[in-house]
């Protein structure tokens, strides 16, 4: 079965630095979607990322996909205290023949003032 | 509002009882998908259904049980509750079986459930 793999699980930054959350996973897959999920709240989708080389940018927020090596970065860009939350990797598996995803473990961010 | 709705949003009971979750997805998504998350488990695929029909299965217990009705909303049944069985449980919905190509999933607010 498919593995995803996130890393850090948990960052603590301070406002205007920079730092990249990675998402490693097992087996070829062609679809990966980064969500974001405050506190007690819903996930919310920010991106998916479609093929391999695949960039995407919102605000502060960068996310990059490595087929070849697995490999996912979500790049943050001079952060912002609004930024805090848990931020989830999800690799679509098609093994048995369905298709579901399968999230990492989450990495839980902190911005500080 | 995602659009998907799920109730109740707080349910506190007591072990060896049984609850059912319930999720309407949003308009026009056939398929359902539940997700428990908990702390040291992270989110866990439990089920899936589309259309009626199961498609995938996850890490279900047998205690557990699913169901997609003909209106397309999907209950989710949880019996013989253990105190490990607390966690936050998510309803997500898609248009057809592998989620949206540019959107994946949507998920609901989620159902805390607390068993004591």
């Known amino acids: 079965e498919l593995k995803v793999e996130q890393n850090p699980l948990f960052l603590s930054m301070q406002e205007g630095k920079n730092y990249t959350i990675y998402c490693n996973y097992s087996?070829?897959?062609?679809?990966l979607y980064w969500y974001r999920q405050d506190p007690g709240k819903s996930l919310e989708s920010l991106f998916v990322l479609l093929s391999n080389g695949a960039v995407k940018q919102e605000g502060r927020l960068m996310a990059s996909l490595d087929t070849k090596a697995r490999l996912s970065t979500l790049h943050i860009t001079a952060a912002v205290h609004d930024l805090s939350a848990t931020y989830f990797c999800a690799v679509l598996d098609f093994t048995s023949g369905t298709y579901k995803y399968i999230f990492g473990t989450g990495t839980r961010l902190k911005v500080l003032a | 509002d995602s659009g998907v709705t799920q109730t109740p949003k707080h349910l506190i009971t007591a072990t060896g009882q049984r609850v059912t979750l319930r999720c309407s997805p949003r308009s026009g998504d056939l398929s359902v998908y539940w997700y428990q998350q908990s702390l040291d488990q992270g989110l866990q695929f439990l089920i899936q259904?589309?259309?009626?029909?199961?498609?995938a299965k996850g890490n279900i217990l047998e205690r557990f049980s699913a169901q997609q009705f003909p209106d397309l909303h999907s209950e989710l049944n949880l019996s013989s509750l253990e105190l490990g069985d607390s966690a936050l449980y998510f309803c997500?919905?898609?248009?057809?079986?592998?989620?949206?190509?540019?959107?994946?999933?949507?998920f609901g607010s989620g159902t805390r459930l607390t068993v004591v």
């Open positions: 997500a919905s898609s248009v057809g079986s592998g989620g949206a190509v540019n959107y994946g999933y949507t």
């Open positions: 259904y589309y259309n009626g029909e199961e498609r």
């Open positions: 087996t070829t897959s062609d679809r």
